[in-house]
């Protein structure tokens, strides 16, 4: 099963937490909360828990019924990046989000090389329409 991004991101936030709460790391050297506050975190994963469902009920979905889940995702955390000033998600949290994005679809039966080849787009271009972030 894929993880969410946001799990990953709540677990290093957690893990801050505890150094810094151990003394291992200086209150001002943390940075991890403000990185990746609550607000975003449950945003995220409000967003990639509709993703999910939505492609846990397709079947047997057109390359359209495909992309239309995949353009709400997009547009929904296109949303949560402008609510949190446009640097909710940095580089490493754009793969990742694409990542999940791609391996959701794949357990759940999509082929994305072929979704990509049929639509006359690169495997890692299916978000791109889409996305601001």
Not at 39 to 67: K, N, Q, Y
Not at 78 to 85: F, M, T
């Amino acid at each position: 099963m894929t993880i969410k991004p946001s799990d990953l991101w709540r677990d290093s936030v957690a893990e801050e937490a505890r150094e810094v709460a151990a003394g291992a790391l200086a209150v001002e050297e943390a940075f991890m909360g403000r990185l990746f506050p609550e607000s975003l975190l449950r945003a995220t994963d409000a967003a990639l828990g509709s993703f999910e469902g939505e492609v846990l009920a397709l079947r047997r979905p057109s390359d359209d019924e495909v992309f239309a889940v995949v353009k709400r995702a997009v547009l929904a955390l296109n949303a949560i990046n402008k609510e949190h000033g446009g640097g909710g998600y940095e580089t490493g949290e754009r793969e990742q989000l694409c990542e999940f994005i791609d391996g959701t679809l794949e357990e759940h039966g999509i082929d994305i090389p072929a979704l990509a080849a049929r639509n006359g787009i690169g495997a890692h271009e299916i978000t791109d329409e889409w996305r601001d972030w």
